[in-house]
């Protein structure tokens, strides 16, 4: 697989960016990009495209975020 391809299956399978780093074993910040990417050519939705509004508010705890969350530029960890 690519590293595309492995960062949004394991996003979509409700993991948050910083565990897809440790699990790939790549630095998170590569792994927000290629989200960014995917958010961007429409492969996943961010919690706020996904929701229909600019922002979240709060966010749940990372081992608690929905995939739509992955890509969110509010979320972290």
């Not at 290629?34 to 958010?39: F, G, P, S």
């Not at 961010?46 to 509004?53: D, E, V």
Request: aromatic share 0%; with cysteine; hydrophobic share 45%.
């Amino acid at each position: 697989m690519s590293l595309l391809a492995d960062v949004v299956a394991a996003s979509g399978r409700g993991l948050g960016p910083a565990t897809v780093a440790r699990e790939l074993g790549v630095d998170v910040g590569l792994v927000a990009t290629v989200l960014d990417h995917a958010a961007r050519v429409g492969l996943v939705q961010t919690s706020s495209s996904a929701l229909g509004r600019t922002g979240c508010g709060t966010c749940p705890p990372a081992d608690a975020r929905p995939p739509a969350c992955a890509a969110c530029p509010l979320s972290t960890g």
